[in-house]
């Protein structure tokens, strides 16, 4: 079966020194490459999704609620909007990146584009056309892009895994909410990382 690797927002803003840091978010950028590194054979394609806000509303606040409102974020062009330079084994394997959520608030890669060749193509449409039939999921975060990320997924019809080793969540507690839901919906929740 052709299966896709997708990592979610590995940005600079997500990771430790960012505004909206994640505890082990720049680990799961090397471990990612490090995966890459033996499995990349196992994956027909590789992609990206980035959060690229230009204004998105009150998904930004100066007095957020890490819910639906968050500090000010991975500004498009920005350095927080960069990929983790931790990610950089990884970023030679990908072959499309997709940005989400220049307007509003986008949690799910499956709302992100990328462009080539004049021609705007979103993540569902882009797997189609590649026969791709089942994806593994990794990034940040994994109770809010990752867990989005992997349900559109699995709600698209691709046979998804979240790959747990190689994410990292912003609190255990709706980490652990996140997860079921997602066993849930049928995605295969894969503990740790495949050796
Ligand atoms: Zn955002």
Redesign the pocket.
């Known amino acids: 079966m052709s299966r896709a690797l997708i990592i979610v ?1 590995v940005q600079n803003d997500f990771c430790e020194g960012g505004s ?1 840091a994640v505890d082990g978010g720049s680990q799961v950028a090397a471990d990612i490459g490090e995966h890459l590194g033996r499995h990349g054979q196992d994956y027909s394609v590789v992609v990206a999704t980035a ?1 690229w ?1 230009v204004d ?1 509303g009150d ?2 606040s100066s007095d957020p609620d890490y819910r639906t409102s ?1 500090p000010v ?2 500004r498009a062009g920005s350095e927080g909007a960069q990929f983790h330079p931790s990610l950089a084994p990884a970023l030679q394997h990908v072959q499309a990146v997709f940005r989400k ?1 220049e307007h509003e ?3 799910s890669g499956f709302e992100g584009t990328t462009e080539a060749h004049g021609r705007t193509t979103g993540l569902t449409e882009w797997l189609t056309e590649r026969e791709v039939r089942g994806v593994d999921v990794v990034g940040l975060a994994t109770d809010h ?1 990752v867990r989005a990320t992997a349900l559109d997924a699995a709600g698209a019809g691709f046979r998804t895994r979240v790959l747990t080793g190689l994410c990292a969540g912003v609190s255990p507690e709706t980490t652990e909410q996140a997860l079921a839901e997602l066993r849930e919906a049928g995605v295969e929740v894969v503990e740790g990382a495949p050796a």
């Open positions: 927002d909206l959060d806000h998105p998904h930004w968050w974020h991975c959520g608030a986008a949690y892009c």
